[in-house]
């Protein structure tokens, strides 16, 4: 065996155990254990993609359809985020309301779903007259078909446009109130 080579491994477990305890002593400084216990707060537990979910109700009609391109699940707060949600949600009618965002939170148990940003809701009636509400922030509460925010809100409809500041919504019933600053342009056609 050449000297070289022999040197070399003589001093390849002294460097591996010098850069083993380097390594370990630089983890275990008090600011990574903060930041780790702070990263312990997010851990996810689960994620998918291309996600693609069908729910129907007890009578076997379709409630809702949901797509996401990327959905994960963090453990501790047992929060679900979503990016690019796009539900249908049907509620067991032919005709359903159409929801997209950019991301939405999924609090425990589906009790609220916040939809974050270019928040758009779209349905048509029995006529074919189209409603296109848009917001940036909306929170839903599916167990009730509420909806509600604070945020500015733009309402597209067949005979004009509506826009206010906050907004009530009771989906299931398809009203909506619009809590300041309101503002109509109506067109008679």
Known sequence: MSANLRLALFFLPIALLVAALGYWNINSSPDSNAAT???????????????????????????????SPHLEHTQNDDMTLLLQ????LFRGTELPWHITSERSIVSPEGE????IKNVRIERTDEQGRPTILTTEQLTY?????YAHTKLAVKIEAANGVTTGVGMQTYLNQSKMY????VRGRHEVR
């Open 37 to 67: 216990a702070a990263a312990d707060d997010k851990i996810i537990d689960f994620f998918a993609q291309n996600t693609h979910t069908l729910q129907f109700t007890e009578t076997g009609t379709l409630h809702y359809e949901l797509t």
């Open 85 to 88: 949600p796009d539900l249908l």
């Open 112 to 115: 609220e779903v916040e939809l």
């Open 141 to 145: 509460v599916p167990a009730t078909e």
């Open 178 to 181: 619009l809590l300041a600053n």
